[in-house]
């Protein structure tokens, strides 16, 4: 039984698929019960099979990443079927979550910090390139999660939960929020600076906007862990309970 709450039992050859062995570069963020898949299948290499139950004990986790949807750096995303074979498509990074494309969901912070030094429509653009992102995300992950569903599982249901879902959480943890946070430190500062200092407009306004640059990592994740707690509150309780996103 391993830490992840899976049983995972060796058969003979012909009881199942063969369990694919994914990169190093995901496995620290696959379950625990994967890691105990693996190690059963290196020990029994001849037979080379394993076949993971779901523990009655943890009834919403599946083995081997087989759940129905997941969540990766508190964004909620519906997690891609198993292989067929080793090839490992499962492994492929997503584009909005794992590469530099993440960053355009910080630009409206940016330019909320940049608000003293540069004109308005470069912040307003920044809004839009944030909102341009969310909506990519929205889009591709209502795709992802109606590829890996059939028509007879009621799929449309369950890509307008999805589509929905990341819509509302990315435009309040990656736009709104912290685009108001930033906003009113920055502003704050500018007037604490003025009040409080005799040095040049420039050089306040310079240091408001690198004030506000440092607290955008800082601002990320607590943001972030209050809108899964006002999401997991509010609008998700409404799901249907087959289709609400998991938090794990």
Same mark, same amino acid.
């Given at each position: 039984?391993?830490?992840?709450?899976?049983?995972?039992? +060796?058969?003979? /050859?012909?009881?199942?698929?063969?369990?694919?062995?994914?990169? /190093?570069?995901?496995?620290?963020?696959?379950?625990?019960?994967?890691?105990?898949?693996?190690?059963?299948?290196?020990?029994?290499?001849?037979?080379?099979?394993?076949?993971?139950?779901?523990?009655? @004990?943890?009834?919403?986790?599946?083995?081997?990443?087989?759940?129905?949807?997941? +969540?990766?750096? !508190?964004? /909620?995303?519906?997690?891609?079927?198993?292989?067929?074979?080793?090839?490992?498509?499962?492994?492929?990074?997503?584009?909005?979550?794992?590469?530099?494309?993440?960053?355009?969901?910080?630009?409206?912070?940016? !330019?909320?910090?940049?608000?003293?030094?540069?004109?308005?429509?470069?912040?307003?653009?920044?809004? !839009?390139?944030?909102?341009?992102?969310?909506?990519?995300?929205?889009?591709?992950?209502?795709?992802?999660?109606?590829?890996?569903?059939?028509?007879?599982?009621?799929?449309? =249901?369950?890509?307008?939960? @999805?589509?929905?879902?990341?819509?509302?959480?990315?435009? %309040? @943890?990656?736009? @709104?929020?912290?685009?108001?946070?930033?906003?009113?430190?920055?502003?704050?500062?500018?007037?604490? %600076?003025?009040?409080?200092?005799?040095?040049?407009?420039?050089?306040?306004?310079?240091?408001?906007?690198? %004030?506000?640059?440092?607290?955008?990592?800082?601002?990320?994740?607590?943001?972030?862990?209050?809108?899964?707690?006002?999401?997991?509150?509010?609008?998700?309780?409404?799901? /249907?309970? +087959?289709?609400?996103?998991?938090? =794990?």
């Amino acid at each position: 039984m391993g830490s992840g709450g899976g049983l995972c039992v +060796q058969t003979a /050859p012909e009881a199942g698929p063969r369990l694919p062995i994914r990169p /190093p570069r995901v496995w620290a963020r696959t379950p625990a019960c994967v890691h105990w898949c693996v190690r059963g299948a290196v020990l029994a290499r001849a037979a080379n099979r394993v076949v993971c139950r779901r523990s009655p @004990a943890r009834p919403e986790r599946t083995c081997c990443g087989a759940g129905a949807s997941g +969540q990766r750096g !508190g964004r /909620p995303f519906p997690a891609r079927a198993m292989p067929d074979s080793d090839s490992g498509r499962d492994a492929q990074p997503d584009l909005y979550r794992d590469t530099w494309v993440r960053y355009l969901g910080y630009a409206n912070e940016v !330019g909320e910090a940049f608000r003293a030094i540069v004109p308005t429509s470069v912040v307003w653009l920044s809004y !839009g390139v944030a909102s341009s992102y969310v909506v990519a995300d929205a889009v591709d992950k209502g795709k992802k999660t109606r590829a890996a569903l059939s028509p007879e599982s009621g799929r449309t =249901a369950k890509v307008a939960v @999805a589509v929905m879902d990341t819509f509302i959480w990315q435009a %309040l @943890a990656s736009v @709104a929020i912290p685009g108001f946070t930033i906003n009113r430190l920055c502003a704050t500062s500018l007037y604490v %600076l003025s009040r409080a200092t005799s040095w040049p407009l420039a050089a306040r306004k310079w240091t408001t906007t690198a %004030l506000g640059l440092m607290a955008i990592p800082v601002i990320i994740h607590p943001i972030d862990r209050s809108v899964d707690f006002l999401m997991d509150s509010s609008l998700r309780k409404l799901y /249907p309970s +087959q289709e609400k996103p998991s938090s =794990a």
